[in-house]
């Protein structure tokens, strides 16, 4: 499993950035995709998370509204559009891929760092 994010950087807050995990390596289309944030001292907080199914997403309260998870199996790609970006949502960003039947399937990004100030 090989993802690699990209798109991360410095933003002023109500700005925004799109994130992109490109992934090989496996079935894309059979595995849920995931947007996983850390600070450092702190534990990984789940921000977004896209189903097989692109209509099947999920979000953590912090990021309600704000933002959106896309994936295009096509291109193997998942996408993290976030607008409206708080110093709060400093932190590096990981692309995780998950399947929990078999071929059981749990991938990490190397992470991209995201860091909202002025």
Do not use: H
Not at 19 to 36: D, E, N, P, Q, Y
Not at 83 to 104: G, H, I, M
């Amino acid at each position: 499993v090989q993802l690699v994010e990209s798109g991360g950087g410095l933003v002023q807050p109500g700005g925004s950035l799109t994130l992109s995990c490109a992934a090989s390596g496996f079935t894309f289309r059979s595995a849920a995709m995931r947007w996983v944030r850390q600070v450092p001292g702190k534990e990984r907080e789940l921000v977004a998370a896209v189903g097989s199914r692109s209509d099947d997403t999920k979000f953590a309260d912090s990021v309600k509204g704000r933002f959106t998870i896309s994936r295009d199996n096509a291109k193997t790609t998942v996408y993290l559009q976030m607008n409206s970006l708080k110093p709060e949502d400093t932190a590096v960003y990981y692309c995780n891929a998950r399947r929990t039947s078999a071929p059981v399937i749990d991938g990490w990004g190397q992470g991209t760092q995201v860091t909202v100030s002025s």
